[in-house]
């Protein structure tokens, strides 16, 4: 089973500023790679798949990059909509689908 | 519009069994694999099973392996989650999602609003 790590568990970060989270598999993932929001009471939302591919209707502040073990999910300047968690993960090798524990983004 | 809504939620005693459902509309259902991740309270996201979109492949986490159940009936855009011998940690909202693509297109592109499940005495 690949193993996904993000960090930070929580991050603070001022609006207008930047954001970066970090995600690392056990195995190298080639960019097989998504990032989901969820912001509280609310389903997760996919962001970006493929590492760096933003899904339908995402804006532009919101960039992912990376491959094999390492990638990162950067939101450019952060409005205040953007406070929530943020979950990688894995469809490389699959099942199981794994997902990361999370990054709690905060004001 | 894509739209799934799952349904079935409830509160169950341990041991005891439950049938959720997802109802999907907005899109060929039958084209595309679905899968089940739940989310116990206050935690992460956890993947449950898959199904493919024939129905001919199916997955499951070891966690849930031999007691729940997925399948899907595509002449009526519906996905279904068999749950028995529940235990305590099975509590968790539940999410139907859509399988974006094929193997190495596999993440979910779009979400339920979830169904939560509890299992208590």
Do not use: H
């Not at chain 2, 028995?84 to 940690?89: A, K, T």
């Amino acid at each position: 089973e690949i193993v996904m790590t993000q960090s930070p568990a929580t991050l603070s970060v001022s609006p207008g500023e930047r954001a970066t989270l970090s995600c690392r598999a056990s195995q190298s993932i080639s960019s097989n790679l998504a990032w989901y929001q969820q912001k509280p009471g609310q389903a997760p939302r996919l962001l970006i798949y493929g590492a760096s591919t933003r899904a339908t209707g995402i804006p532009a502040r919101f960039s992912g990059s990376g491959s094999g073990t390492e990638f990162t999910l950067t939101i450019s300047s952060l409005l205040s909509e953007d406070f929530a968690v943020y979950y990688c993960q894995q469809y490389n090798k699959w099942p199981p689908f794994t997902f990361g524990q999370g990054t709690k983004l905060e004001i | 519009e894509v739209q799934l809504v799952e349904s079935g939620g409830a509160l169950v005693q341990p041991g005891g069994s439950l049938r959720l459902s997802c109802a999907a509309s907005g899109f060929t259902f039958s084209n595309y694999a679905m899968t089940w991740v739940r989310q116990a309270p206050g935690k992460g996201l956890e993947w449950v099973s898959y199904i493919s979109a024939s129905g001919s492949n199916i997955d499951y986490a070891d966690s849930v392996k031999g007691r729940l159940t997925i399948s899907r009936d595509n002449a009526k855009n519906s996905l279904s989650l068999q749950m028995n011998s529940l235990r305590d940690e099975d509590t968790a909202v539940y999410y139907c999602a859509r399988v974006k693509g094929n193997y190495f297109d596999s993440n979910f592109d779009f979400w339920g609003q979830g169904t939560l499940v509890t299992v208590s005495s």
